[in-house]
């Protein structure tokens, strides 16, 4: 009885699953999109195709066939398939299936891939419970995550499986995978609905699939036909790929600053704001400008230090929403703002030198004479000019005499060249 309840629970899941489970692509040739990994002739298509799969991580944000790959690799190879999820996963689960793998292939010569979602929740201890079935070839590891795993799992992990990083996929990949799931339904959708679908769904195919069938449930309980306004109300927001450690954060961050940098005041705006919206804490952006205005704009406008310790005060004293308007005020004024590195190249050379030759002591003339007697014997003080009193103290080199001819300030004057009026300084 038991046995029938589950059977008829399996078809009645079959029928009721989401849209992008039951399209889900048996094969590499249904698969959509990461040519640049499973295209015809690469290395891991090779592999897999000829029952050689490598263990693996793959690497990718939500919707681009982690899970998908992982069971084609199975079915394609013929092996048993154990699926954990590290979220609820214990150590004893995970030996579970160790032992399961090692009693199907001792007793009829089948190999198991165990695929692990979401692998760098795994904690060290559970990662090393799979090392040596993975190391031993027990098991064919194929772990998923939407995490860099060069900072989530452990190297020795690491360096027995193959990273595979995966990408958002296309529009014109969406709207492939979208008119799969329009046949699905049995409905027609036009190039317009598909591509306005296709823009809201950040990449994701199975974030595609979610609002093509909640907007024509949406229009089937209207009794309508389906439009733009029923793909409006399904999709209300555009899904954001950005995590706040990871590596979204790193180079969205570094785009920013580069932008900045490059004076495109345009793409600047628009990295703070992808920023913010995806809840990057805002004095992380706030410290980033103030970095930057000493170092790359510089005494080519000292002001722009000024706007941005103004911008991160205001952060403080405001908080957001408001203090976006702060800090898209100083980006805007730093990305249109002369340019220069001179100060930074200044103390970045100065502490290299104070590194590989110490701190070289100061002549005599510079020394304290703060204790009158020793110092004049050891000559403190001796041929100082005082600059105010005489100007020939302006042209004397104040640099230890091992340093004497360094130039560590070196302004350029192309800004003054080019008709800009704030030139290095």
């Known amino acids: 009885m038991g046995d029938l309840f589950a059977d008829a629970a399996r078809r009645r899941q ?168 329009a046949r699905a339904l049995g409905i027609e959708l036009d190039e317009g609905l598909e591509l306005a679908i296709a823009r809201r769904a950040g990449g994701d195919a199975r974030a595609a699939l979610q609002i093509l069938e909640l907007a024509q449930q949406t229009a089937s309980a209207e009794g309508a036909t389906l439009e733009e306004r029923h793909i409006l109300d399904a999709a209300r927001k555009r899904p954001l790929l950005y995590d706040r450690k990871g590596d979204q954060h790193y180079d969205f961050a570094s785009a920013f600053i580069k932008s900045l940098r490059g004076g495109d005041a345009d793409a600047a ?46 952060l403080e004293l405001v908080g957001l929403p408001e203090a976006q308007l702060n800090l898209a005020q100083a980006a805007v004024y730093l990305a249109e703002a002369p340019k220069s590195n001179a100060c930074a190249v200044a103390i970045w050379e100065a502490r290299r030198d104070v590194r590989e030759l110490g701190n070289v002591r100061p002549p005599a003339m510079l020394c304290s004479t703060g204790h009158p007697g020793a110092a004049r014997a050891r000559g403190h003080g001796e041929g100082y000019v005082y600059p105010h009193d005489d100007p020939s103290g302006f042209e004397v080199s104040y640099l230890p005499e091992e340093l004497r001819g360094r130039r560590y300030y070196r302004p350029a004057r192309e800004d003054q060249e080019d008709g800009n009026d704030g030139g290095d300084r």
Request: contains cysteine; aromatic residues 4%.
């Open 14 to 181: 079959a029928d009721d699953a989401p849209l992008a489970s039951r399209i889900r692509p048996q094969t590499l040739d249904e698969l959509v999109g990461q040519r640049h990994v499973l295209g015809e002739g690469t290395a891991l298509r090779l592999a897999i195709e000829e029952d050689r799969p490598p263990s693996m991580i793959l690497f990718g944000p939500p919707g681009t066939g982690k899970t998908t790959i992982a069971r084609i690799v199975a079915r394609r190879t013929g092996a048993a398939f154990e699926e954990l999820s590290a979220i609820s996963a214990r150590v004893d689960d995970v030996r579970a299936v160790i032992t399961r793998a090692r009693d199907r292939l001792g007793g009829n010569g089948t190999r198991t891939i165990l695929f692990i979602d979401e692998i760098h929740r795994f904690t060290k201890a559970q990662q090393d419970s799979v090392l040596h079935a993975v190391e031993d070839g027990l098991v064919t590891l194929i772990g998923a995550t939407t995490e860099n795993p060069y900072f989530e799992v452990n190297a020795a992990l690491l360096s027995r499986c193959t990273v595979i990083e995966l990408v958002p996929l296309s529009e014109e990949e969406l709207g492939e995978i979208l008119g799969r799931g």
């Open 269 to 314: 705006v628009y990295y703070l704001a992808a920023m913010l919206e995806a809840g990057e804490d805002p004095r992380f952006l706030a410290r980033r400008m103030v970095i930057l205005a000493s170092e790359d704009v510089g005494n080519a406008d000292p002001n722009a230090l000024v706007v941005a310790v103004a911008a991160a005060q205001a």
